[in-house]
């Protein structure tokens, strides 16, 4: 079975066991920071697998969600024992979601941040060779949460470092922290997710800890996707009734020599001149 650095890291096989053919089914996966990510941001990948029997969705949760926010029936929670809840949740929505497998690496937080982490970077390498996904979800590079850039970060890097090369793996940086409304049309990579609602709401339900520590993911995370899908164009009909964006992090580990802070630069500055172009074009004649 594959190694992991950390001695407290799990591998859940919903179906209850598994092995290293096992990991191989896996053609989607999503690699998140905190229980409840995934389901956040890579609800695409999980849905696209529930669907199809032919595709296996691989979730890996890096940390161990010790630093949440918690109020109400969570207020005098121990950090130990809410890891041991956010751990027995990501487990649940793994079983809900009929995932291939689910990691929990539980590492904290602060352990993964500045610098790269290399024990990590190995685990997430050997998480890769042994799945060999197609398709990979993790947050995108304008999140404002240091721990999802982190994972971000860490998940391109060992990428980068994978012998051979992948050359067949899409990449996206998905949304949680931080919207990709302001991603210019052209650059945004638009999942429909409009299927199996009810099976979204419960998925995010599960998380109770979160949902009743304070934060109403659920209700956010079903009105982005609605909003989405609403607000993507203006002068077309809907196509679908939720959806996810994402940007293209594909080129980051196809041309390893690219600048990371360049490449997310270059869409800022181009969300910067599609604002400053149609201001400047409706201003004209104006006194």
Not at 34 to 40: F, G, S
Not at 70 to 78: P, V
Not at 83 to 108: C, H, M, P, W
Request: glycine share 6%; charged share 25%; net charge negative.
């Amino acid at each position: 079975m594959i190694a992991l650095s950390n001695p407290k890291a799990e591998i859940y096989f919903p179906q209850g066991s598994g092995d290293d053919l096992h990991l191989e089914q896996t053609t989607h996966l999503g690699v998140g920071a905190h229980p409840d990510d995934l389901e956040i941001f890579a609800i695409h990948g999980i849905l696209e697998a529930y669907a199809d029997q032919n595709k296996h969705f691989t979730g890996v949760t890096v940390t161990d969600g010790r630093g949440a926010p918690r109020s109400g029936d969570y207020a005098g929670t121990s950090d130990e024992t809410l890891v041991k809840i956010r751990s027995s949740e990501q487990k649940k929505s793994a079983d809900l979601g009929q995932y291939n497998t689910q990691f929990l690496l539980n590492y904290t937080s602060s352990s993964i941040k500045s610098p790269i982490n290399p024990d990590l970077v190995a685990d997430l390498k050997n998480i890769l060779t042994a799945t060999s996904p197609s398709i990979i979800y993790t947050h995108n590079l304008a999140d404002k949460h240091d721990t999802h850039v982190a994972v971000a970060l860490t998940l391109i890097q060992a990428l980068r470092d994978l012998e051979p090369a992948p050359r067949t793996i899409k990449l996206y940086g998905c949304e949680v922290w931080r919207g990709l409304d302001w991603l210019p049309d052209e650059k945004k990579v638009v999942f429909d997710v409009s299927e199996h609602i009810t099976l979204q709401e419960n998925l995010l339900s599960i998380f109770e800890s979160q949902i009743s520590g304070g934060k109403r993911y659920d209700l956010a995370t079903l009105g982005r996707r609605l909003t989405n899908a609403t607000y993507f164009q203006s002068h077309h009909t809907d196509t679908a009734s939720h959806a996810v964006y994402a940007m293209d992090l594909t080129p980051l580990i196809n041309h390893p020599e690219m600048d990371i802070e360049a490449y997310i630069s270059k869409d800022i500055n181009d969300f910067a001149a599609d604002v400053r172009e149609r201001l400047k074009r409706l201003r004209k004649g104006s006194v």
